[in-house]
Each structure stands twice: as C-alpha cells, then as structure tokens.
C-alpha cells in the first residue's frame, strides 16, 4: 500500500466494519495499541501524518485483506475487499490446517 494514500480515522473505522474486525484485533494485527486506535479512530476525519501509523494501518489493512480507494473525480476516499468473503474463509481454513511449517516456494 501507497504512503501516498491519505489515511484517516474514518476509512481505518470503515475498514473495520467492513470486515467485521475488533479494534483490540486490528490493533494486534498492525502493530498499535488498542489506546491510539482508540484515539485515530476518534479523531474523525483528521489524516494520519505519523509514517509509523500509515504504515501500522497499512499492516492491519493488507492483514485482513481490505484495499483503501483514494479521493478521485469528486469522490470521496473509501475502502472495499481485496477477496471475496469465500476467499477470506478459505486462506483462513488453509492458514489453520496446522501440519509441519515450510517454505511456500516450490521448487
């Protein structure tokens, strides 16, 4: 994800509802403390200009598949799915399998 996308408390919020992720997950997910989300996330439509809370956010975003849409042709910033949710529910059957942990390279 771009740093150049603007981020703000809004679209993290709507990014949640989205996917239906708790902010005490999203927080674990980005690498933020449940308090700063907290706090972004109060802060409405403020934009984040701390690097390390882009990047944060991004980590949780990619983590839970959601893409930000940027501010085009007089519309406003949004977000959507990178996956379906039958994509979403079937890495996440994949991912808890469990087995013996290797390279995803094949050869």
């Known amino acids: ?8 408390g809004r679209l993290i919020a709507a990014a949640r509802a989205l996917t239906g992720i708790s902010q005490v997950d999203f927080a674990e997910a980005s ?6 989300l907290l706090l972004t996330e109060a802060s ?8 390390h809370d882009i990047e944060a956010v991004s980590r949780g975003l ?9 501010e085009t042709d007089g ?7 990178k996956f379906t949710r039958q994509d979403v529910r079937q890495i996440a059957r994949l991912e808890g399998e469990g087995g013996i942990v290797g390279s995803d390279d094949a050869p």
Do not use: P, Q, Y
Not at 31 to 36: E, I, P, Q, R
């Open 62 to 70: 990619d983590h839970f598949g959601v893409i930000v849409i940027e």
């Open 75 to 81: 519309m406003g910033a949004g977000v959507r799915l």
């Open 31 to 36: 690498g933020l403390s449940v308090d700063a």
């Open 1 to 8: 994800m771009s740093t150049k996308i603007r981020m703000s």
């Open 44 to 51: 409405g439509s403020a934009w984040l200009h701390s690097e």
